[in-house]
């Protein structure tokens, strides 16, 4: 009997053998991924899981969205690998952390501090969450090609979007003594942004070897403020949208058609 995914809600036949998704985390932005790469259909929708088939003249990807932070990202990667993905690539946002990036830049993620709590269940934390080379490269060569502004660098994926992206801005204002001062040591240490999926996505997909890149957009400037601006919102997915698209073309035309090495 084929596999049914539970939390996906999708049968392994209603794939047809595609390998490749693109993951943002909302359901809504799903279509704008789908629509930046070709003609898609939904196949599925629960809870926080949206999946659409999306095709154009290079083959076939999957867009799912992962829901928000770790432990829902964890069930949608294991999911997806027994119903035959392979490579994963994340279509995320983030707040940046260095001067030198701004509103509307991409960051391609060559690593994630894990502060995201879900991967310490796949490997103990002195295991590093590292992307895929070769998916890494495609994402940033889609970026450049389309004109944006592209970093490459460190990300830190938190657990929790307030205190541990060190956010006084909320209901209590505080924040506990652990996560004082961390955002600007992470900023010493030269990580470029906060989010809250890579590091669970990397080490989850590195452990059960599976490949994963992955592309943000900045939303917010965190050297000047902890609000994002939403207006901005959807300038910064459109940007995210069609660097993945590109990307999951480029990947099609080369690296499978060598007969996936
Ligand atoms: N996503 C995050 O996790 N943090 C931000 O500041 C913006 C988007």
Not at 48 to 69: C, N, R
């Amino acid at each position: 009997m084929s596999y049914f995914a539970y939390h996906l809600g999708l049968h392994e036949e209603d794939l047809s053998g595609v390998t490749l998704a693109l993951v943002p985390g909302a359901p809504e932005r799903c279509v704008k991924i789908a629509a930046a790469y070709g003609t898609y259909r939904e196949l599925a929708v629960h809870r926080e899981f949206k999946t659409i088939l999306a095709e154009s003249e290079e083959g076939k990807v999957l867009v799912v969205s992962s829901g928000i932070g770790g432990p829902s990202l964890s069930i949608a990667v294991e999911e997806l690998a027994r119903l035959g993905i392979r490579h994963f690539i994340r279509a995320g946002t983030c707040g940046a952390i260095q001067e030198d990036v701004g509103i509307g830049d991409l960051v391609v993620s060559e690593g994630a501090v894990r502060l995201d709590g879900t991967s310490d269940h796949y490997a103990p934390v002195s295991y590093p969450a590292c992307a895929d080379h070769a998916l890494t490269t495609y994402l940033l060569r889609a970026g450049r090609e389309l004109g944006h502004r592209v970093r490459l660098g460190l990300t830190c994926s938190t657990a929790s979007f307030y205190p541990g992206q060190e956010r006084y801005d909320t209901f209590s204002g505080y924040v506990i003594r652990g996560l004082r001062n961390t955002f600007e040591e992470w900023k010493r240490l030269g990580v470029l942004n906060y989010e809250m999926e890579i590091a669970t996505l990397f080490t989850v997909c590195r452990v059960l070897g599976l490949k994963a890149a992955a592309v943000c957009g900045v939303l917010v400037s965190r050297i000047q403020e902890e609000t994002v601006d939403l207006l901005i919102k959807p300038e910064v997915e459109m940007k995210v949208s069609e660097t993945v698209a590109l990307a999951a073309k480029l990947i099609l035309r080369k690296e499978f058609r060598n007969a996936e090495e």
